[in-house]
């Protein structure tokens, strides 16, 4: 399940370039119930020493001027970002808090917002998608200088194994058991339009991948990558995708 966000404000809303981290904080904000905000922020759904949110947003989208040398990007009018999440309550709380209120405050900013739209679609075991926000994949080695990241590109073998594995992971957190079907694959529609981006997030480098992509699976890994995201780092704002219609 997922809504789709618009929000006003006066003149425009001004942001970081990089904003991933002010729009999670907001999105958590956002869900009114201290103890539930509480067990998202802190807990979050547990496998091992692995911790899922199950949470997922999109860029925020709308007219927009970017002024490079302040590093600041201005939205006019109006916005408008989509959140994901597997769990219904989630966005149940969310939906309720924003309903009871005017005005928020995001970022420096003030906005109100005008209008949320509730999304049920239905997703079967091939689908046709694209990216919302960059999806993330990556491992930590370790060498002589320390942990090293890697972050794979969907052209590497690896991307797409590592992404079912995360999704299984993601299934057995969140149901307490594992998939009855695991298989799952990801492969870009054109190699072509794929687009490597770069986010800052709290002082640190992320690297993901923008496109459309054909993903084929079992409908439990289907569920898990549509709902809660695909990748690594959703709760942050990456692997939001959506359905080609």
């Known amino acids: 399940m997922r809504l789709n966000i618009n929000v006003g404000f006066k003149e425009k809303l001004s942001l970081p370039i990089h904003y991933n981290n002010i729009l999670q904080a907001v999105i958590l904000n956002w869900l009114g119930d201290e103890n539930y905000q509480k067990f998202i922020h802190d807990c979050g759904y547990k496998i091992g020493k692995r911790k899922y949110k199950l949470f997922t947003f999109s860029k925020i989208y709308g007219k927009f001027k970017i002024n490079r040398e302040r590093k600041i990007i201005d939205f006019f009018d109006n916005a408008h970002f989509t959140v994901s999440s597997l769990e219904n309550k989630f ?6 808090n924003v309903i009871e209120k005017d005005n928020f405050k995001f970022g420096n900013n003030i906005v109100k917002v005008d209008s949320i739209e509730t999304m049920h679609n239905r997703i079967s075991e091939r ?8 999806i993330v994949m990556y491992s930590t080695f370790k060498n002589y200088a320390g942990n090293k990241t890697y972050y794979y590109n969907p052209l590497e073998h690896e991307f797409s194994e590592l992404i079912r594995k995360n999704l299984i992971h993601k299934y057995e957190a969140y149901y307490d058991k594992l998939p009855t079907k695991d298989d799952f694959s990801i492969s870009p529609l054109n190699r072509k339009k794929l687009k490597e981006r770069v986010v800052i997030y709290k002082g640190y480098v992320i690297k993901g991948w923008d496109g459309e992509f054909l993903i084929e699976g079992s409908k439990e890994l289907m569920d898990i990558a549509y709902n809660a995201g695909i990748g690594s780092k959703n709760s942050q704002g990456f692997g939001c995708i959506e359905i080609k219609k």
């Not at 966005?91 to 309720?96: E, G, I, M, P, T």
């Not at 998608?129 to 960059?134: F, H, I, L």
Request: aromatic share 14%; hydrophobic share 35%.
């Open 127 to 134: 689908e046709e998608v694209y990216t919302k926000s960059p």
């Open 91 to 96: 966005l149940s709380y969310l939906a309720l």
